[in-house]
Every structure is written in structure tokens, then in C-alpha cells.
């Protein structure tokens, strides 16, 4: 029997490319091949639309759009890259369901309809959670960027080249914290906000840059237009 | 090149406007002075890299940003807490090393200065400080010089009534670094500001020349001034 612990900084690991070839587009993968270029991408709110919460247990489906996006994505900028969801899922730290079933929605609704993801790393911890055993202050939930880290260990990711996509501020200060460069916020048809007046975790900059895009295609227009 | 357009300025001098929109979201005519500015350094550096850095009320600017072609719309850098300038400056320069145009967000100018101001950049090696005439009881950043070579940058903040009707030559709020002149410079400490911190240290080491602005402009710092910009914006439209 697993503890509850061992899902500290989970790693569901659903699928893993042969790669065929080594291609170089640009400046934006580093001439190593060891160390590889990667989308991290949030899942509510890009993946599929946000309605409040607990999305995942409901059962969602992944847009066109988004397929669209990763595979495009994917195809510009060489298969050697990587694609990675990083997401806080809550639903078991407010008891509506147990990480088992968190973790088996999640991959069943990422890894079958995504071919191109290569892992999900999600924090299902909450510092007020009904759920004593994933009631912690820790260092995965975004805006903490604790999940970066352990993906870039895992997958000998190459950080600055990176790219993080997400639809809120706290999404950004966790790549930023990581030390992603090329960060961009969708803002579609509803108005993200900055929480100004909380306090930001310590390992945040003081300073964000990102880039706001309506739609996720503008993502890999904009990078093209970056490395132009 | 990189340009980096100073938005997160509180705007005081133009408050109750200033209390729920940021200064440079002001509207003259059709269009924002920040959309105005945007739009007119993407036609006249369209190779360049835009930034717009924003605190005060920074959720706006975000917001507002969306409605600019994706190409054409610049990054945002969101200071999770004010930073003072001179900092902004230099952190951008050191994350993205190229030559650097700084301006003002509240900064209303035509399109034809502009276009002078990118060809006399072209021809110098110097950093590049712009600058125009102002009575000296309204002048609130005087820019000491010998010849061309700026000396010194002094802010005052309080008029002085005493030499009314003299003219001095001040600060446009338009500056351009050259790459080397940056990366060489002392970095500045949080709260200081571009002027007189950064560009006293540009000029001490002699890589500061001005250029003089004959060009309409407009800076947005009072009710009046809000109106000229407003008819600089209507007539060069």
C-alpha cells in the first residue's frame, strides 16, 4: 500500500517518444543533445476551459485548439522538444476525491487524447485542505516552482530555452521562479488578474516578463517571430 | 534593439483621472498614449523588441495590451513591486543585451521625430540623450552640457521663480543606450530612477551626447498638457 507521501511531487510518466533524429531549429534548442528544450503547459484553462474547479473529476475533454497547438508546436520546433503539463489539482485536498482517482483521471484524460505529452506533474497539496495528510505549505504548488525543478532533473530539460503557457499570473511567477524565459499568458475571452496585494513566494523575481496571446496558435507565432 | 517603454509610474499630478486608469491608458483621440507609442515605434523600429513594464494598476495595461496584433505587441514586465527605473533598465538589458530605447509611457510625439531621432542613431556611437528647451521655472530635469556632451542631469522638483523667462535645456524622457555604455555601467540600487542615476553615469563616463528635439512632443503630466497632447494626437493623426 502506497502512502499518501509518496505522491509528494508526483511523477505520472505517460508517455515517452522514440526519437528518430536530432534537429536543431534556430537558436531556441541548445546545441546539446542531452539537454533538451520543453512546453510546459497548465492544464485548466489551456488544456480545456475553466469553470471553477474540479474540472478533472467531471471529465473533460482536451479543445481542438490545443491539440492543434502542441502538435504545431511540436512540428516547428523539432521532436526532440518535450511537452509537460504542471498542474495544482485540489480536489483531493478538499476530499472530493482521493489522489488515485485524481492521478487515473488525470492521465485518463491527458494521456489518450495527447500523444504528444510526455509526463504531468501535478501538487495535490493545499495549505488549508480538509485532508490533513495533503494539508502542507510545500514547495510544488504553483506559484512555487518545485514541479519545474523536478522536471528539469527528470528529463534533462534545457530551462531558458524553455517555454511556459498558462492562464494566470501565478502560472508565470512559478516558470519565472524556475528560471523559464519565454512566458506567455492566454487571456482568450476572459480577463486574467494580478493579485497585487498578496505577498509572492521568495523565490519569485521582483520582475516578470511575459507575452499575453488570445489564442495558443499566437504562441508559436510569436516564438517564430522571436527567433527571427 | 530593445525598447522598453516606462509604465508603472502612480501618476499623482493627473489624479482623480489617474485613480482607476493608469497614466499612460489615458485616452487622446482614438487611441491610449501607450497604444499611440506602441504603434508608432513598431513602424518606425519594426526590427526592434518592445517591453512596457507596469505595477500600478498593471492588470489594465495587461489587459489592454491584447488588443494589439501579435506581432506587433510587446512584452509585459510586471513588477511585483516597484523597482525604480533605473533598475528595470538594467535588469532588462542584462536578461536581453542589446541597445536600448527608453521612453517615457506618458511621452506624445509624432511619428516624424521619431524617424530623425532612429537616423541620428544610426550615425553615432555615443548613447543618445534627447532633450528640448523649457522655461527654467518649468523645468523639472535640466540637463547640464558642454557642446554636445552632456555633463550632468539635475532634477528639481521645486520651481524656481527667481530666473523666470530664461530658457534651459531639459530632459524629453527619450534615452538610448548603447550596448557597451550599459553593460560597463555601476548597477543601480532599487528605488533610483533612470535620471539623474543612470544617465549621470552614462554621461561621467563621457558616452552621452544630446540631441535636441524640435519635433512636437507632449509629456503627460498635467490637465493642460493632457489637452495639447490630446490636439498633438488629432493634428498628426
Redo the contacts between chains.
Keep these: 500500500m502506497k502512502s499518501i507521501l509518496d505522491y509528494y511531487l508526483f511523477v505520472v510518466t505517460v508517455y515517452r517518444r522514440k526519437t528518430t533524429g536530432f534537429q536543431i531549429i534556430g537558436n531556441l534548442l541548445p546545441n546539446k543533445r542531452r539537454f533538451r528544450t520543453c512546453l510546459f503547459l497548465d492544464a485548466d484553462g489551456v488544456l480545456w476551459p475553466e469553470n471553477g474547479t474540479g474540472e478533472v473529476l467531471r471529465g473533460v475533454s482536451i479543445t481542438q485548439d490545443a491539440r492543434n497547438f502542441v502538435s504545431k508546436f511540436i512540428n516547428t520546433f523539432g521532436r526532440q522538444s518535450r511537452v509537460i503539463v504542471i498542474t495544482n489539482q485540489t480536489s483531493a485536498a478538499r476530499n472530493e476525491a482521493t489522489v488515485e482517482q485524481l492521478v487515473s483521471k488525470l492521465r485518463w484524460s491527458i494521456v489518450t487524447r495527447l500523444k504528444e505529452v510526455t509526463a504531468i506533474y501535478s501538487c495535490f497539496h493545499h495549505p488549508h485542505a480538509n485532508n490533513p495528510q495533503l494539508r502542507m505549505d510545500c514547495s510544488c504548488r504553483k506559484p512555487h516552482s518545485g514541479l519545474f525543478f523536478d522536471a528539469q532533473h527528470d528529463y534533462k530539460l534545457h530551462i531558458p530555452s524553455s517555454v511556459m503557457v498558462g492562464d494566470r499570473?501565478t502560472d508565470?511567477?512559478a516558470a519565472a521562479g524556475a528560471g523559464v524565459?519565454h512566458l506567455f499568458?492566454i487571456?482568450n475571452d476572459k480577463?486574467?488578474?494580478?493579485n497585487?496585494t498578496s505577498t509572492?513566494p521568495n523565490e519569485?523575481?521582483?520582475?516578470?516578463?511575459?507575452?499575453?496571446?488570445?489564442v495558443l496558435d499566437?504562441v508559436v507565432?510569436?516564438m517564430q517571430?522571436?527567433l527571427n | 534593439m530593445n525598447i522598453l517603454i516606462l509604465a508603472a509610474g502612480l501618476g499623482t499630478r493627473l489624479r482623480p483621472l489617474t485613480e482607476t486608469t493608469p497614466k499612460p491608458l489615458l485616452r487622446i483621440g482614438d487611441e491610449s498614449i501607450l497604444h499611440r507609442l506602441i504603434r508608432q515605434c513598431g513602424s518606425v523600429f519594426p526590427d526592434s523588441?518592445m517591453?512596457v513594464?507596469g505595477s500600478y494598476l498593471?492588470?489594465q495595461i495587461?489587459?489592454s495590451?491584447?488588443s494589439i496584433p501579435?506581432?506587433q505587441?510587446p512584452?509585459?514586465?510586471?513588477?511585483?513591486?516597484p523597482?525604480g527605473t533605473a533598475i528595470?533598465t538594467v535588469?532588462?538589458f542584462d536578461?536581453e543585451p542589446a541597445d536600448l530605447l527608453v521612453l517615457h509611457g506618458d511621452l506624445v510625439v509624432t511619428a516624424e521625430g521619431l524617424e530623425v531621432f532612429k537616423n541620428h542613431l544610426l550615425s553615432t556611437n555615443s548613447s543618445v540623450l534627447a532633450t528640448h528647451q523649457r522655461q527654467s521655472s518649468f523645468a523639472r530635469s535640466v540637463v547640464s552640457h558642454e557642446g554636445n556632451q552632456v555633463v550632468s542631469i539635475i532634477e528639481n522638483t521645486a520651481r524656481d521663480n527667481s530666473a523666470d523667462g530664461e530658457t534651459v535645456r531639459v530632459n524629453s524622457g527619450i534615452y538610448y543606450f548603447k550596448s557597451p555604455h550599459l553593460s560597463t555601467t555601476e548597477r543601480p540600487l532599487p528605488d533610483e530612477n533612470i535620471s539623474p542615476r543612470l544617465l549621470n553615469a552614462v554621461a561621467a563616463a563621457g558616452n552621452l551626447e544630446i540631441w535636441d528635439w524640435v519635433y512636437q512632443r507632449v509629456s503627460v503630466d498635467s490637465f493642460e498638457s493632457l489637452e495639447s497632447a490630446t490636439l498633438l494626437a488629432e493634428s498628426s493623426s
Excluded: C, H
Excluded at chain 1, 208 to 213: E, Q
Excluded at chain 2, 75 to 81: A, H, K, L, Q, S
Design positions: 499570473i508565470m511567477q524565459k499568458i487571456a480577463m486574467f488578474t494580478l497585487e509572492t519569485t523575481p521582483s520582475s516578470i516578463s511575459f507575452f499575453v496571446v488570445n499566437e507565432t510569436k517571430d522571436v | 523588441t517591453f513594464n498593471a492588470t495587461v489587459n495590451l491584447v501579435v506581432l505587441r512584452y509585459f514586465i510586471w513588477e511585483t513591486r523597482l528595470t535588469r532588462l536578461a
